[in-house]
């Protein structure tokens, strides 16, 4: 199947901070990819669709100005958490579907991101 | 609205006997259905999907799901479960209105005891 890769896996920065976690497709091409948050022992909530060369959709009752999210290029996206909090420290994963084809809503996942905000 | 509901937040069975893990689903249409399994810290990983024939689905890892249409269910099974199969489990729909999007349950940590 298709892989996803996502740097770093972990990250722990100082409260004020800005941190950036990338998110690649290795073999194909994504105009689309998403931005997961996970709680622990909860499930995934989807933070944004991040579409290629414009901006990211953001859902309901997240920060478009907290996390920034750039997809410049069919292979990569970025999701910076600006100014990070304690209440940032989360699991977050990416994800991406090849874009040719029909699309059947299979995705592929990145590691995930653990953030530690101390 | 569109959900999906994985009723069992944990699964305890031994290894070697057959597991069963629920799911059912609420949505417009006919669904795509998804199971991923997760790792500690790791992403996820697709195990397979039910778009439209068979309703009896096989995926990765000896794993298969049967989609009932009149239940709307879409529970994973295993006719023998493993001790490396303890995971967490997640059952995702594709949303009607937004086909690029899944949803997602909540989970269930399948917990496969020696």
């Known amino acids: 199947g298709a892989v996803v890769s996502q740097h770093p896996s972990r990250v722990i920065c100082k409260s004020g901070t800005s941190v950036k976690i990338e998110c690649r497709s290795l073999d194909f091409q994504a105009t689309t990819m998403f931005w997961y948050r996970q709680f622990p022992k909860q499930s995934l909530m989807l933070m944004a669709t991040s579409n290629e060369g414009s901006k990211a959709t953001y859902e309901q009752g997240v920060e478009k100005d907290k996390f920034l999210i750039n997809h410049a290029s069919l292979t990569l996206s970025t999701l910076t958490v600006t100014s990070a909090h304690p209440e940032d420290s989360s699991f977050y994963i990416c994800s991406a579907r090849p874009g040719a084809g029909a699309n059947t809503g299979e995705l592929f996942f990145g590691e995930g991101s653990r953030l530690t905000v101390l | 609205a569109q959900s999906v509901a994985q009723p069992e937040d944990q699964v305890n069975v031994a290894e070697g006997n057959p597991l069963t893990v629920k799911c059912t689903y609420s949505?417009?249409?006919?669904?795509?259905l998804f199971w991923y399994v997760q790792y500690p810290n790791r992403g996820l990983q697709f195990l397979l999907k039910?778009?439209?024939?068979?309703?009896l689905v096989k995926g990765s890892y000896g794993f298969e799901a049967e989609f009932n249409k009149s239940q709307t269910s879409f529970h994973l099974k295993k006719p023998s479960a493993l001790v490396s199969d303890s995971a967490l489990y997640f059952c995702?729909?594709?949303?009607?209105?937004?086909?690029?999007?899944?949803?997602f349950g909540t989970g269930t940590r399948l917990q496969v005891f020696p």
């Open positions: 039910y778009i439209t024939g068979d309703n």
């Open positions: 995702a729909v594709r949303d009607y209105y937004n086909t690029d999007k899944l949803i």
């Open positions: 949505v417009s249409g006919n669904p795509y």
